[in-house]
């Protein structure tokens, strides 16, 4: 059965420095989006994307937020400067079209921000 | 406003019983969707079961149903014959459609224990 994969599943860093999630979504699916799960709270949406440029975005999702498609298969997220209260579990998501209901979820990535 | 709330932070079950996790919702919108996630130890999402506004009959897939009533704006998970293996956090999410809107929005979660 297909999935959406996430790279790295742990990723540490400094803060201040830059990071990159990445994501390769279901191959037949159009939309992609990211969430974040700071530990024991509640999902937030960040950002979704089709068709190559962002369709709607949080307020979470500022200036220091970033997200690519670089090629066919990866969908990226970048945290320019990160902060120590970027530390969360990040969760990239896809559906087949902007229609469709579900979203399959990855495993998520678990950034750690010292 | 909270536009998911889920009142159970935390449920004790015993193995075998029947459980319902409450999910209330917000909204204005007339055409929406509503979700059901679990989310065991290992951090992963999956997807459980979905509801639309539209329809008629309360959603089941399998163990999983989804008690829907749409004039008290509520959508509770029932687990029938609970396993061991359901212990985890469930969380319940709305999509509204109008303005091409697409986001999950979720509630707080309910972390589900299973007892032996």
């Known amino acids: 059965e297909p999935e959406v994969t996430q790279t790295p599943s742990h990723q540490v860093t400094q803060m201040g420095q830059e990071v990159i999630l990445r994501c390769v979504p279901i191959?037949?699916?159009?939309?992609f989006y990211w969430y974040r799960q700071i530990l024991g709270q509640k999902v937030e949406f960040l950002v979704s994307f089709y068709n190559n440029e962002i369709s709607e975005k949080s307020e979470i999702f500022d200036d220091q937020f970033s997200v690519e498609r670089p090629d066919g298969s990866n969908f990226t997220l970048k945290i320019r400067s990160t902060k120590l209260e970027d530390s969360a579990m990040y969760f990239c998501?896809?559906?087949?079209?902007?229609?469709?209901?579900?979203?399959?979820f990855g495993p998520g990535t678990r950034l750690t921000v010292t | 406003a909270q536009k998911i709330t889920q009142t159970q932070p935390g449920m004790f079950v015993q193995e075998k019983e029947a459980v319902t996790l409450d999910c209330t919702y917000d909204t204005s919108d007339q055409s929406y969707g509503l979700f059901w996630y679990k989310q065991p130890s290992s951090g992963e999402m999956i997807f459980l079961i979905y509801q639309g506004s539209y329809d008629e009959q309360n959603a089941t897939e399998g163990r999983y149903s989804l008690n829907f009533q749409k004039a008290r704006k509520s959508a509770n998970l029932v687990i029938s014959a609970s396993q061991l293996g359901d212990s985890a956090m469930y969380f319940c999410?709305?999509?509204?459609?109008?303005?091409?809107?697409?986001?999950?929005?979720w509630g707080a979660g309910t972390k589900l224990i299973i007892k032996p």
């Open positions: 998501a896809s559906s087949r079209d902007p229609s469709s209901y579900e979203q399959y």
């Open positions: 191959s037949n699916h159009l939309y």
């Open positions: 999410a709305m999509r509204e459609f109008m303005d091409s809107n697409y986001q999950l929005i």
